[in-house]
């Protein structure tokens, strides 16, 4: 039996980010669907307005949304029947008026300067980095659909309940004075954005009509691991139980992202990390 489910928003994928998302478009009255194996019930009875299907269930419905934000970190290999699943994407059962992908800077090569979207700034045999091939997927799928993608490349998201990165590794030895790893060199220059700035920046760009099929959402602004130490410093945390972390040899020393495009497309002023760690730290 068919299901029929219309949506304002439909999430592919769910983890701690995701569910940041979901909750500040429930609080705009979205009516949300999210498609993941990682089924939240705590989250889902205590939110109207929101749905979770798996992959598997998925097919079974005729889905019609506003928007579709693909969270993927890979080629979901993880999905029973891929290809069964694909092919209802594919199908009038899976209808979206734009899609997005959440993908990273990792794309990127490491530069000194900021590196706007070009393609010359990709990393040499990008075509194995994992967010790239999703990229291509996507936008294939998308146009084969005739729905307009966009690749949003996000750089280094930190915040509350994130865990992962250098500043959630932080955040999580502060509350549980745990060793910290860090690499030697703490001249590594990464471009550190809140996430609450990426949730508005989101928001706002899933409500007018894009041509980009590709933009940065980013700071633009380049934070060392040294610089980073001395703000949580200067508010009063020190770590003393810190070890040197050993780096691959494809380990980027700075990724900066220019966030020009974005800025001419929403009026885009992210939060400094001293600021938003500020205002995390006093949690």
């Not at 494809?250 to 800025?263: A, H, I, R």
Request: glycine share 4%; net charge negative.
């Amino acid at each position: 039996m068919i299901h029929a489910l219309e949506v304002d928003t439909v999430f592919f994928g769910y983890g701690n980010f995701t569910h940041k998302l979901i909750l500040d478009l429930l609080n705009k009255n979205q009516k949300i669907l999210c498609i993941t194996n990682n089924y939240d019930s705590k989250t889902s009875e205590n939110s109207q307005g929101l749905n979770f299907i798996t992959y598997q269930n998925a097919i079974n419905y005729k889905i019609n949304s506003n928007t579709s934000i693909f969270t993927w970190r890979q080629d979901p290999n993880f999905i029973v029947n891929k290809d069964n699943f694909f092919d209802w994407l594919k199908s009038d059962s899976f209808l979206t008026e734009r899609s997005f992908l959440l993908s990273s800077a990792s794309v990127y090569k490491d530069s000194p300067v900021p590196l706007t979207e070009s393609p010359e700034n990709l990393e040499s045999q990008v075509e194995l980095n994992d967010k790239y091939v999703l990229e291509i997927l996507l936008t294939d799928l998308m146009k084969y659909k005739n729905s307009p993608h966009i690749n949003l490349r996000i750089s280094n998201v930190y915040g509350a309940n994130l865990d992962y990165g250098f500043i959630g590794s932080l955040m999580k030895s502060v509350k549980s004075n745990g060793t910290v790893d860090i690499v030697e060199d703490q001249e590594v220059v990464r471009d550190y954005i809140y996430v609450d700035d990426v949730s508005r920046a989101i928001q706002e760009l899933t409500m007018i009509d894009i041509t980009k099929e590709i933009l940065n959402i980013s700071t633009g602004i380049g934070t060392s691991i040294g610089q980073i130490l001395e703000i949580f410093s200067s508010k009063g945390f020190n770590f003393q139980k810190m070890q040197t972390m050993v780096i691959g040899e494809n380990f980027k020393q700075s990724s900066v992202l220019n966030c020009d495009e974005l800025s001419r497309i929403i009026h885009w002023k992210p939060i400094t990390v001293d600021d938003a760690l500020g205002f995390m730290l006093k949690k």
